[in-house]
């Protein structure tokens, strides 16, 4: 049983605050993120002062949702509400401007999102792939993380300098891998953890595509936060999408949560370019045996279901993790992986 939001802030409606009030009442719980029986969300307090004397909040707070029906974990953060850190002269995190339909994104022939209904499918991994897969082939191409709450680019694809913004106006996003990319994370320091409501994240997600020197691209992959919210609605009903591509693994938990991401991007108006199913099968590097850890063919069925295009698999593999965690992609090395990339890139630039 998954435990429902409203169950989650009527406990966390009965945990009192020292100087008076509940976390609910005074409006200071954050991201709050259900994943199955996984419960995540963060207490920001106004000042780092009265963050210290919330120690106690943060433990009454995990025992209140600890203590629900159908909660297995939970992880809280206590932080102090600090305005999101700018580069160098350019503020980033703001309201949006306000704009008429939907824009192209200056000089950019495909902006396409990359969205998964589950987290932790693999989505940041098959972005970030793709993306090097995509510019091997010869192709302009840029990579925005827009994965406000759980920035992953930078490590992946091993950048942390920060964007330098020469007029306080534009910023120049790093190029690593043969690809430009800007991600929120690089406007952060170490762990800091962006703290946006609904409207600051659109302004962000503007910012981050209008204000970003891109040049010419002829594809900008966006990596979109897990499930549906602030930041898909902003993009497809902002910006002219060419299209979506849907990650998830073959499992039925991930498949019911990328349905509902499918059937998001279908309302919005946003074609769906193509299902792309990670972690497949696992390959015994020992002995050569393949499991399918998390069912078979899963998604080419979805997508076949659906009436979708199907773009292929991508094996769940030591050498993924270890090549996304050292910020070298395995689509920029010369394993079978990259090539199952390729494979991909080359059927994505057939449906453009
Ligand atoms: N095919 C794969 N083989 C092995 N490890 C993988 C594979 N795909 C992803 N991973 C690993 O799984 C973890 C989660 O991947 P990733 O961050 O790409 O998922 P995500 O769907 O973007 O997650 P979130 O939605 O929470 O941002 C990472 O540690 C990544 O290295």
Known sequence: MTPMRETILEALDSVALPDGGTLVARDLVRALVVDGNSVRFVIETPTAEIAKTYTDVRAA?????????????????????????????????????????????????????????????GKSTVAANLAVALARQGLRVGLLDADIYGPSQPKMMGVDKRPSSPDGKRMIPPEAHGVRMISIGLMLKGDDAVIWRGPMLMGALQQLLTQVEWGQLDVLLVDMPPGTGDIQLTLCTKFEVRGALVVSTPQDVALLDARKALRAFQTLKTPVLGLIENMSTFICPKCGHEEHIFGDGGVRREAEKQGLPFLGELPLSLEVRLAGDGGVPVAATDSPVAEAYTRIATQMIAAL
């Open 61 to 121: 707070a995990e025992r209140a949702v600890a203590a629900l029906p159908g909660v297995q974990s939970v992880a809280v953060a206590l932080t102090a509400h600090t305005p999101p850190k700018p580069a160098p002269s350019l503020k980033v995190g703001r309201h949006p401007t306000p704009q008429e339909g939907r824009q192209p994104v200056p000089g950019v022939t495909n902006l396409i999102a990359i969205g998964s209904g589950k987290g932790g499918v």
